[in-house]
């Protein structure tokens, strides 16, 4: 998959984001969902905002940080997250 280059600025900082079996370099600033979509890759979602859980991935690794809280956010501690509320704070793994 090509890499491409995402604006940093000085608060912004390289992530590494491992997604079925592709490596794509993202920031800590702006929320997975978008940056996965970015390299093309299509996550199915309704509302952007973490209500309706269908952008829903296993985090394997890594660290993120959940911007909505949600009615749902418990899945959060079985390791699922939503993309479309969450931004990567260290290199991450999604399933």
Known sequence: MERKKLFLSKNRHHVVINYKKHEIIGNNKQ????????????????????????????????????????YLDNIHEDGMIFPCCCIPISNITLL
């Open 31 to 70: 929320i997975i969902l978008e940056q996965l979509e970015l390299y093309g890759f299509l996550i199915p979602y309704s509302c952007r905002s973490g209500i309706c859980g269908k952008c829903k991935l296993h985090l394997i690794s890594g660290t993120v940080k959940l911007l909505n809280k949600s």
